[in-house]
């Protein structure tokens, strides 16, 4: 029998936290481990309750979002790391941007339907990111409009090659394994040996980290408002 998905929820809101709580526990295949109230708390339980994933509101008191995530992702429980799916209320907050950096998997707004969080729980779960195509990418090319590539990133870019710059700029726009392949001509296999590639030269944790990476160096340019 397969183990549960193990979910730390952390909201502010104590209605907000029973509320996911109810949903995950009425789930077959999921089991909310804990609830934490502001960031230091979620630290705390994600060493102590070893969940899956972890349910992170980014506006907390005491500690917020970014710096939990930071501090659980940069830490392992058991040998591995939890993962972490960003909550919040603004599809363009600046919280989120920098949770992603700090490690974060994905987000989801708090006013998704039921089906689409649980949905979102057991991608994560499953080591994958959750990058909404257009929310995701505009958040990103929002907050990195007015940065210049960075010295080390730009090294790192220049070590990729022409193939795996291509698909880098696929996956920055949103596009899925499967359009990458049928885009690029590539067996799926291929595009997922290029991705490896990709979070290894470029010292990524996984596919949102490579989207942030992609603007930040600017191989992939903010559309014009």
């Not at 230091?40 to 509101?57: F, G, H, N, R, W």
């Not at 909404?132 to 220049?158: C, F, H, N, W």
Request: hydrophobic content about 45%; glycine content about 8%; aromatic content about 4%.
């Amino acid at each position: 029998m397969t183990a549960p998905i193990r979910v730390l929820i952390v909201d502010d809101t104590a209605l907000v936290r029973g509320s996911f709580r109810l949903l995950v526990d009425a789930t077959p295949g999921m089991k909310a481990v804990g609830e934490a109230a502001n960031g230091m708390e979620a630290v705390e339980l994600a060493a102590s309750t070893d969940p899956d994933v972890v349910l992170m509101d980014v506006r907390m008191p005491e500690m917020n979002g970014v710096e939990a995530t930071r501090r659980i992702c940069a830490a392992r429980a058991s040998g591995r790391r939890p993962r972490v799916l960003i909550l919040t209320t603004f599809d363009l907050d600046e919280y989120v941007y920098g949770a992603l950096s700090a490690g974060a998997s994905g987000f989801m707004l708090k006013d998704a339907p039921p089906g689409d969080l649980l949905n979102a729980i057991r991608v994560v779960a499953a080591g994958e990111s959750l990058l909404a195509p257009t929310v995701t990418s505009r958040l990103i090319a929002e907050y990195t409009r007015s940065l210049p590539p960075l010295g080390p990133l730009g090294q790192a870019m220049d070590s990729l090659t022409d193939r795996e710059r291509e698909v880098l700029k696929l996956i920055a726009r949103g596009r899925t394994n499967a359009e990458i392949g049928e885009r690029l001509n590539m067996r799926p296999a291929t595009v997922k040996t290029h991705i490896g590639h990709l979070l290894a030269k470029l010292g990524a944790r996984d596919r949102a980290q490579l989207v942030i990476a992609a603007y930040e160096s600017g191989l992939v340019t903010p559309a014009p408002n």
